[in-house]
């Protein structure tokens, strides 16, 4: 039943901007949390981005903080991801995921960003920054 699905990537130049969008089916209550995580080849997964359902309360990793924002349209039952100011080094594939209760405390932690908490996880969506 429950299920996220995440859209939105391609291609774009150093400085340009991409939103990614995240549409979660089948939950019933609001105290979930939609991660964001992005992974490139040779690297482990890491988690830039955290959006409380409840409240809208978002968390951002250093390395995305202050070019990334993330928001939610609860009526839509939507999640966005607003990249902004793009480089190089953003080139991933980008998955969204849901996992119950509040992004804090465990966002920003390795456990966090091995996706250990989250439930649901949607295919992917290539992001790739080049000129």
């Known amino acids: 039943q429950a299920q996220v699905a995440e859209s939105g990537g391609g291609l774009v130049q150093p400085g340009g901007s991409l939103r990614l969008s995240c549409t979660a089916s089948g939950f019933t209550s609001d105290y979930y949390q939609i991660g964001w995580f992005r992974q490139a080849p040779g690297e482990e997964r890491e988690g830039v981005s955290c959006i409380n359902m409840r409240d809208g309360s978002t968390y951002y990793s250093d390395s995305v903080k202050g070019r990334f924002t993330a928001s939610r349209d609860n009526a839509k039952n939507t999640v966005y991801l607003q990249m902004n100011s793009l480089k190089a080094e953003d080139t991933a594939v980008y998955y969204c995921?849901?996992?119950?209760?509040?992004?804090?405390?465990?966002?920003?932690?390795?456990?966090?960003?091995?996706?250990?908490?989250?439930?649901?996880w949607g295919k992917g969506t290539q992001v790739t920054v080049s000129s």
């Open positions: 995921a849901q996992g119950g209760g509040g992004c804090a405390p465990t966002f920003g932690s390795t456990w966090y960003s091995r996706g250990h908490g989250m439930e649901y």
